[in-house]
């Protein structure tokens, strides 16, 4: 999965890269385009062919649609390009937040759930119960007993 994350994160560079100064962007971008666009695809099906790890399997899910998605998006932005001006720059917001949902998918699926942390045993008698226990101990030696008549004593 390394080299998987690392040719991932390459791609991503690039794309965001040419995304960021769409002045830039022309015709003869297009060749760059198709490249980086087989990179999400040959990522999308290295993806399908690895198992997700346990308790990831709807982020794992969201990454392969994502990347699905970025594919298309980056297809039809250099089709636009190819077009002209005024097509491409209606595709410009969709392209970039195809290519923002990838890395937002890549973040899900690196954040593992914290387990809990399982309790210590404890031995010998709790603190907090010797403690309560003393006070018990103290206000019953405090209150003085009432005295019980003695049934031989006349009233």
């Known amino acids: 999965m390394a080299g998987f994350w690392s040719g ?9 890269s ?3 100064d769409p002045h830039h962007l022309d015709a003869d971008m297009v060749g760059a385009l198709r490249s980086l666009q087989y990179r999400l695809h ?8 690895v198992e997700p790890p346990p308790g990831a399997r709807n982020a794992h899910a969201e990454l392969a649609d994502a990347l699905v998605d970025a594919r298309d998006a980056t297809g039809e932005f250099a089709d636009a390009l190819e077009c002209g001006d005024a097509a491409a720059s209606t595709l410009l917001l969709e392209w970039r937040g195809a290519l923002f949902r990838v890395r937002l998918a890549r973040v899900r699926l690196s954040i593992r759930p914290q387990r809990p942390a399982a309790a210590e045993p404890r031995t010998g008698f709790p603190l907090a119960a010797a403690w309560a226990a003393r ?8 209150v003085s007993p009432v005295p019980v008549p003695d049934e031989r004593e006349p009233r």
Do not use: F, P
């Not at 991932?8 to 965001?16: P, S």
């Not at 040959?42 to 062919?49: N, P, V, Y």
């Open 8 to 16: 991932l994160a390459g791609t991503l560079r690039g794309l965001e």
């Open 18 to 20: 040419l995304a960021a």
């Open 42 to 49: 040959w990522s999308s099906e290295l993806l399908a062919g």
């Open 135 to 142: 006070q018990n101990r103290r206000k019953i030696v405090r």
